[in-house]
């Protein structure tokens, strides 16, 4: 359940952020969505993966969509892509996923360097938990 919030959550943030701010916002979102929010290593690299790349698909897509259909035939042809412009949209939109997937897996990863795990060992009075020894 938190996979999915935190996925639709920066997706949502990604889609906005990206009609006002550079396209570098892909990579400050997801590290700050991870260095707040406690998941797993793979699960937020995996909710920011597909995070940023749902957003920035459907942003390159409703500009793709207004007009912008000879632009992204011309710049395939520059990637030696076929001149299809949703070609182009979805590796590109591919490409970003990997940055903010690896933006969000730092985020992470910098959570864990200063976040103490819980010892599993200790109960909620401090002491080992010797329970599971009794029978």
Do not use: C, E, H
């Amino acid at each position: 359940m938190k996979f999915i919030i935190k996925l639709l959550l920066i997706g949502i943030a990604t889609f906005f952020a990206l009609q006002y701010f550079p396209w570098w916002v892909v990579v400050a979102i997801p590290f700050f969505m991870n260095l707040f929010v406690k998941t797993k290593g793979s699960g937020s690299f995996f909710s920011s993966f597909l995070g940023i790349a749902l957003a920035w698909f459907i942003a390159s897509f409703s500009m793709y969509s207004q007009g912008a259909q000879a632009f992204t035939g011309k710049m395939a042809g520059v990637f030696f892509l076929p001149q299809n412009g949703m070609l182009l949209i979805t590796v590109v939109s591919l490409l970003m996923g990997l940055v903010g997937a690896f933006s969000g897996y730092s985020g992470n990863a910098l959570r864990n360097i200063f976040v103490k795990p819980k010892d599993k060992n200790k109960n909620r009075y401090g002491r080992p938990d010797y329970s599971r020894y009794s029978r």
